[in-house]
């Protein structure tokens, strides 16, 4: 069975680019999770989707973020227009169910530098 | 708020040492607890998890950890590390009621075993 997979691996932009990162997530999984981790701090969550449809997007942290979800399939997390601090490592997580026994399996990360 | 503190970002030993990672959470009601693991070069897996039941979970690799509520702590314990444990090691937690499963993250510590 495939894993989660995120494309690219590393991206590298420059300020006031647009990035788009792609995640696709383990078939039949309806929880599709996206965090990132900045240099030197935690991993913090940005939102979920169940299915298509955005559960929590408490984390997103301005409006230059957009995810989507078509037809609850693979997401992407657009950056538009990107800025210094938005450089990390994006993770994207899925997992199957909503019950409390969920685990969440994590693909490789795209790693976003912004110059 | 919901916050997770692990006390330890550096740790260095030697093969056959002894580990324990400290990991603190702040949480309002029912918790899920894990350890994910991300060795050089691979992304986040998960090592164990704790969602009910014997406080003493087993995970892979030889790696258990206990969670203990009065102390809010799910400190990660090896009786023996291997040069192969190198690696980063994180702490998480999440609700363990509602539908939302967004785990909240410790800052990671980063294990060097030397040979």
């Known amino acids: 069975e495939a894993g989660v997979t995120q494309f690219p691996s590393h991206s590298v932009i420059e300020k006031g680019q647009t990035v788009t990162l792609r995640c696709d997530p383990i078939s039949g999984h309806d929880n599709l999770y996206w965090y990132r981790r900045v240099m030197g701090k935690e991993i913090k969550f940005l939102l979920h989707?169940?299915?298509?449809?955005?559960?929590?997007e408490s984390g997103m942290p301005n409006n230059r973020f957009l995810a989507e979800r078509t037809g609850g399939t693979y997401s992407t997390l657009k950056v538009q227009p990107a800025e210094l601090e938005d450089s990390g490592v994006y993770f994207c997580?899925?997992?199957?169910?909503?019950?409390?026994?969920?685990?969440?399996?994590f693909g490789p990360g795209t790693r976003l530098t912004v110059l | 708020a919901q916050s997770v503190s692990q006390h330890n970002h550096h740790v260095i030993l030697s093969e056959a040492a002894s580990l324990e990672l400290g990991c603190n959470y702040s949480?309002?009601?029912?918790?899920?607890l894990f350890w994910y693991v991300q060795y050089p070069g691979q992304h986040l897996q998960l090592l164990l998890k704790y969602f009910s039941g014997d406080p003493l979970v087993k995970g892979i690799k030889g790696f258990e950890a206990e969670f203990i509520k009065s102390k809010f702590s799910f400190n990660l314990r090896k009786p023996s590390v291997q040069w192969s444990d190198t690696a980063e090691y994180f702490c998480a937690v999440n609700a363990g009621a509602g539908n939302n499963r967004k785990l909240i993250w410790g800052l990671g510590t980063s294990l060097a075993v030397n040979p």
């Open positions: 989707f169940v299915k298509e449809s955005k559960q929590d």
């Open positions: 997580a899925s997992s199957q169910y909503q019950g409390r026994y969920d685990e969440q399996f």
């Open positions: 949480y309002g009601g029912t918790v899920n």
